[in-house]
């Protein structure tokens, strides 16, 4: 490591400094900088000498410089109130995938800090593991939308039997008129959930075929074409907030129709990829006509043989 790069992160005003952990993250993410890299370690391994700052600055980009030995000082600053750079840490974890975490980022959910709070929530959703089930659960249920909707998000990706009951619990009980998050969340557990929505679509509860609507349209999926266009055709109910069935149902048919197109443009894509490389791959495989012209002489007999 070039001690200048270790150096200026000790050295300076704090906004000479901030301005040289951009620039040394810079050189780690377009470069692959060594030297750059390492400045970026020392810094996460022995955060208590550098300022809460430069720390938080580099942990917003800490996949660039990550490495399987930061985990002890990634989950001591996790657990460090008095360092106050819990929600940096999580990003950390979640950035390199320290599932030892896990425990101290459930502990983390009911933080008094909003940004603490946040950071867990979405570090347990990229860790994936179905022991957050149970705390993310609770704040399904949390005043702010913002963190429902972000608790919605990382339940659908940590994904299971769990996490889905969990929201579908919440879609059948609404505490909230509005459950937007919690349909988009319920859309990426299809195939399976596609049965409890369609069913869902048939609730005398107009709120509920409302958001089953919205659900369905996320799905991407033809079996629920039928179902709304259905409700869009003769469906006159109205939810809580005004909100009509119908008029969902058509809006979730074009949001059905934009996801199959995409998918059908991302294949199609992939197709032609696969089939120009098809050509290069059987001009490596084929022998050339020097190598056929070779192996003719050498295995035809001669007249003297």
């Known amino acids: 490591m070039n001690p200048a790069d270790l150096q200026g992160l000790r050295s300076g005003d704090l906004e000479t400094r901030e301005a040289h952990v951009y620039q040394l993250l810079d050189r780690a993410r ?38 399987a030995e930061l985990q002890e000082p990634l989950l001591a600053a996790l657990g460090d109130t008095r360092y106050n750079c819990q929600a940096w840490a999580a990003m950390g974890c979640a950035a390199m995938d320290i599932q030892a975490a896990v425990p101290q980022l459930i502990t983390l959910l009911d933080h008094s800090q909003w940004m603490v709070r946040s950071e867990a929530v979405t570090a347990l959703g990229r860790l994936g593991d179905a022991s957050a089930v149970p705390g993310l659960r609770a704040l399904l249920g949390d005043e702010a939308d913002w963190l429902r909707a972000q608790t919605a998000d990382a339940l659908a ?21 509005r459950i937007g998050h919690i349909a988009s969340a319920l859309a990426l557990f299809t195939p399976e959930v596609l049965p409890r929505l369609l069913a869902a679509a048939d609730s005398p509860d107009p709120d509920q075929r409302y958001w089953a609507a919205v659900a369905l349209g996320s799905t991407g999926d033809d079996r629920a074409i039928a179902t709304l266009e259905r409700l869009m055709a003769g469906d006159r109910g109205v939810t809580v907030f005004d909100g009509e069935v119908r008029a969902a149902a058509k809006k ?11 998918i059908a443009e991302r294949e199609s894509a992939a197709m032609v990829e696969r089939e ?12 050339t006509e020097r190598e056929n012209a070779a192996f003719t002489a050498g295995s035809t007999p001669t007249s003297e043989g």
């Open 30 to 67: 377009k470069h692959g900088d060594e030297s750059a890299i390492a400045a970026l370690q020392v810094l996460v391994r022995d955060y208590r000498d550098f300022h809460r700052s430069l720390y938080s600055r580099a942990m917003n980009q800490a996949a660039v410089f990550a490495d």
């Open 276 to 287: 120009s490389a098809a050509p290069v791959e059987r001009e490596k495989a084929a022998p």
């Open 252 to 262: 979730a048919l074009r949001t059905l129709r934009r996801i199959q197109a995409a």
């Open 157 to 177: 990706a940590i994904g299971g039997d769990a996490a889905l009951e969990a929201l579908w619990d919440e879609f059948e009980h609404r505490r909230f008129p």
